[in-house]
């Protein structure tokens, strides 16, 4: 059932003798790309292992189980073990993201609804922030515009696992678990602007893309259009006197970055590349998906951002995922952070349809 993985016993075998030799270490960017190959095969060998001891348990269970009957709840035992590790085996051979150890660039902006939808936007920052705080992810604003009320118009945040770009452990990483909530983001509530106790309905929308090192997009000075302009806080006006606030684009695609939040030029420049840097990442990914005729398609990713994924009702309390029917009545919970179960709904959405398609 799982010839395949006895090349990938070898590569392993292979990458430990190479790591265990101290010129190797002399190379750090080779050192770390061994490295992470090494943790990325060193589950599947594992569970391969187990899973052909498993096979070797049971028939001599079985023959002991001939001579003394009470070895036959043993044998019971073993092959629901063996089935267990023949799921997680074929689990654990599921392609990956290439893209899930990386850390990602967030970003929020007010849809419909007017300055209700830029308060739920707020909502929603607080929300991923929490979140972030519970399993130890660092935060950064790169870049917002706040409305007159104290919502955002739009916020751009760097997500990051401690350990900087990238997971210590494969599949860990901010894009793992994030990668899901790309999407419109739809409330339906009583604006705190409504004064007759009415529920509107208003959205925003979220944008998640793998943040890109430089290693993993080139860009050409020469395609680049540099525009600098005075930053401007809530209802346009003015917040400084130089023009320090810098937008970006990157000119054969027409993808545009900008940052105002720094008070220098050179750091908004800086933050406007990291967000430039992403897009054309995840701008490239997309590309290579749609190519792709045999490409697996998740039943729970989406290309089209305009798609709304879930509903915050908080007259209900509930909140409802669209792509894999998830709901729950803990909407207070989740606002504060509590996002795992919603998530976790995703990913085995997620796993169980590459699965199907394996």
């Known amino acids: 059932m799982f010839e395949a993985v006895e090349d990938l016993v070898g590569e392993h075998a292979d990458l430990e003798k190479k790591l265990a030799d101290p010129s190797v270490h002399s190379d750090q960017a080779n050192a ?9 095969l060193t589950p599947i060998i594992g569970t391969y292992k187990a899973w052909k001891r498993s096979a070797e348990d049971i028939e001599t269970a079985k023959e002991l189980a001939a001579d003394d009957p009470d070895f036959a709840a043993e044998v019971k035992e073993l092959e629901k073990q063996r089935e267990e590790l023949t799921d997680k085996l074929r689990l654990l ?30 909502d929603l920052l607080r929300m991923y922030l929490r979140y972030a705080e519970r399993v130890g992810w660092k935060t950064e604003i790169i870049d917002s515009t706040e409305s007159e009320l104290g919502g955002y118009k739009d ?4 997500v990051k696992t401690k350990g900087g770009n990238g997971a210590t452990e494969p ?14 983001h739809r409330v339906q509530r009583v604006p705190a602007t ?10 925003a929308g979220v944008l998640v893309t793998p943040e890109a090192e430089e290693i993993d997009v080139e860009i050409h000075q020469n395609d680049l259009r540099i525009d600098v302009y005075r930053s401007s806080g809530p209802g346009g006006q003015s917040v400084n006197t130089t023009d320090s606030a810098v ?24 933050q406007a ?40 009702n908080f007259p209900e309390n509930r909140i409802s995922d669209h792509r894999v029917g998830f709901k729950a009545y803990n909407l207070d919970q989740v606002l504060d952070g509590d996002l795992d179960p919603m998530i976790q709904a995703c990913v085995d959405a997620d796993s169980a349809a590459k699965l199907a398609a394996a």
């Open 32 to 40: 770390r790309k061994l490295n992470k190959r090494y943790a990325e």
């Open 93 to 122: 051979l599921v392609p990956r993201d290439p893209s899930d150890d990386k850390d990602v660039i967030l970003e929020i902006k007010a849809g419909a609804g007017g300055d209700e939808s830029a308060l739920f936007a707020g």
């Open 155 to 158: 916020v751009q945040v760097a």
């Open 171 to 184: 599949g860990q990483g901010v894009w793992a678990r994030l990668k899901y909530e790309g999407g419109v």
């Open 194 to 203: 409504e004064s007759a106790g009415r529920i509107h309905t208003s959205a």
């Open 247 to 270: 937008r970006i684009t990157h000119l054969p695609t027409g993808i545009v970055a900008s940052c105002q939040n720094e008070k220098s030029q050179l750091q908004n420049k800086e």
């Open 273 to 312: 590349m990291r967000i430039l840097r992403s897009r054309l990442l995840a701008a490239a990914q997309e590309e290579a998906e749609s190519k792709a005729a045999d490409a697996r398609r998740s039943q729970v990713r989406t290309v089209d951002r305009s798609e709304k994924i879930r509903t915050y």
